[in-house]
């Protein structure tokens, strides 16, 4: 089984400051997908980032990148220039590739908050 | 280019009730997958639906079902609510035909309170 660890429950990053969450895993297989979800109020989780575990190099969306660093079962999430509208719940996910059916392992969230 | 869409938004039962939650996939998407997530936690995987069948299930009880319906659209079924069953009820899509992505979308949620 699969299971995804965040062991920051909240954290809290000035407007136009970087902030960097942390996501553990543990898993046996070879062939999977990473993902962070971001949860605003509105509840809508909404697809921040994906990274193929075969995959080297490191995936980024504008302000957004990761840390993906396979050996160490590590997938860090590093938000540049935070703005306000980055304040959310942040998931940290696992999906197994087995070309049939496939569900998303989550971590506990880490909640973050940008100020002023 | 139509998203996820959940229906209702809100939903209020008692204890021994049933409910009934439902869900249409991204356009072009083939396949749907139910989440729970009670507060303050990430959400867990109830079941996926591809082909009208159930293809995975997570560690639920039998008192949760569900459908999925040729036009790909789905349905959640709870029976017998307990207290416990209050959560955000997620919906997620994606495609396992060809060419298949394991990159799931999120529908908003329904918010389900049992009294």
Redesign the interface.
Known sequence: AQTVTQSQPEMSVQEAETVTLSCTYDTSENNYYLFWYKQPPSRQMILVIRQEAYKQQNATENRFSVNFQKAAKSFSLKISDSQLGDTAMYFCAFIRITGTASKLTFGTGTRLQVTL | DAGVTQSPTHLIKTRGQQVTLRCSPKSGHDTV?W?QQALG?????IF?Y?EEEE??R?NFPDRFSGHQFPNYSSELNVNALLLGDSA?Y?C?S?I?GQP?T????????T?LTVL
């Open positions: 997958s989440y936690q990430g959400p867990q995987f996926q591809y293809r995975q997570g955000l997620l997620a994606t396992l298949s394991d990159t799931q979308y999120f529908g908003p949620g918010r």
